[in-house]
């Protein structure tokens, strides 16, 4: 594990720094989800997805984007601020942006400790420590939000195998579920034989579907017993239990 006694280090800015992040938030809580779970953070949060999950929790970052231009000495400038050398770029789907190779491989230059998180289904050349995959499952596919509109496009492009497999290559990773039901588990197992990968069961977490305390709860008291049953590790989401809800967690 890192220890933290300083700030990351100051650096100086390549030419291409002048290059607009369009960003929903930047900030500092702990990280909630995965291997890192409690870990002080840096969060950098891209506007902008591909997909159209019916239980999105961030939608101003997909269904209704919204957010600003940052540059990057000002990323970095905030980022200074905070006591911490964990920084987590997320979104959104941070892969759609050209500019992520630019912000990770700065972000690691300054000595931080880089996670990304992503769905999975874009790939480019990125620097990271960390490269938590979040593959949708059906389960996510807006059928009935809208009256649909967006389920087509969400069916077609939310699981990319062939992405996948590269992205498993490419870095050190977790690969994390989002379970709504007891039957998702059969989904994950097919998908795991699909990767032909050898996932360790260790790097598989499975995280309860919900955005408010009740619903997490009742999801964990049958996901624990499964977890422990199959082998994969169990994922809570501690900002939602600690914060609810909201911007800036």
């Keep these: ?18 290059e607009a992040f369009i960003l929903s938030e930047v900030f500092y809580s702990i990280q909630g989800e995965g291997m890192l ?27 209704s984007p919204s957010g600003r231009t940052w540059s990057l000495a000002e990323i970095l400038d905030r980022l200074g601020t905070y006591p911490t050398r964990y920084a987590v770029v997320t979104g959104g789907e941070p892969f759609l942006f050209k500019n992520l190779a ?22 480019q050349s990125i620097r990271c420590d960390l490269l938590s995959l979040s593959p949708k499952l059906a389960h996510s596919t807006p059928r ?26 490419a870095h050190e990773y977790q690969l994390k579920f989002v379970i709504d039901a007891p039957g998702d588990i059969e989904e994950v197992e097919g998908i795991l034989r699909d990767l032909d990968a050898g996932v ?6 499975l995280m309860p579907q919900g955005t408010a305390r009740e619903e ?26 600690m914060f609810g809800l909201r911007p800036g967690t």
């Design 1 to 18: 594990m890192m220890t933290h006694e300083t700030r990351p280090t100051s650096l100086t800015l390549p030419i291409s720094s002048r």
């Design 102 to 123: 630019l912000l990770t491989e700065t972000l690691a230059a300054a000595g931080y400790h880089v996670t990304v998180e992503t769905a999975g289904t874009e790939f």
């Design 37 to 63: 779970a409690g870990a002080p953070s840096a969060f950098i949060r891209y506007c902008g997805c591909n997909l159209r999950c019916r239980w999105c929790d961030t939608p101003g970052t997909s269904w």
């Design 216 to 241: 997490l709860e009742a999801r964990s008291a049958w996901l624990h017993p499964l977890c422990l049953s199959k082998g994969f590790r169990f994922c809570p989401r501690l900002h939602i239990e």
């Design 144 to 169: 009935d939000v809208e009256g649909g509109r967006e389920a087509e496009m969400h069916e077609k492009r939310r699981l990319q195998l062939p992405v996948l497999r590269s992205l498993l290559r």
């Design 200 to 205: 360790p069961r260790e790097k598989v977490l």
